[in-house]
Nanobody, 125 residues
């Protein structure tokens, strides 16, 4: 099993920066992708950024491109989301997410997703 714990949320003014951290514990070797999602009140949860642990490939949702940067710790058990030039529409609960690959004794590979508890980011105008 993998557990995720986020930290670093808070309240800032438009244009300021925040850095979110997500620490993974448990079966770290089964993690294939770490990412960040967010959900604002009344809206669907949306992907913000993701990073593949194998090759370090990153992906960003269009609204955050050029402002947010996802990175991976050397031990591949921690990811950070550097958020610059924050805007009021970035306000949401931010969730860390891990895509995990398990292999059964019979050799069947399955993927599942694990979520952290979320951290609140609030940006005032």
């Amino acid at each position: 099993q993998v557990q995720l714990v986020e930290s670093g949320g808070g309240t800032v003014t438009s244009g300021e920066s925040l850095r979110l951290s997500c620490t993974a514990s448990g079966s770290i070797s089964t993690i294939r992708v770490l990412g960040w999602y967010r959900q604002a009140p009344g809206k669907k949860r949306e992907m913000v950024a993701g990073i593949a642990l194998g090759g370090g490939t990153t992906e960003y949702n269009d609204p955050v491109k050029g402002r947010f940067t996802i990175s991976l710790g050397v031990g591949k058990d921690r990811t950070w989301l550097q958020m610059n030039n924050l805007r009021p529409d970035d306000s949401a609960i931010y969730y860390c997410n891990a895509a995990i690959e398990n292999t059964s004794p019979q050799g069947l590979r399955t993927m599942k997703v694990v979520w952290g508890q979320g951290t609140q980011v609030s940006v005032s105008a």
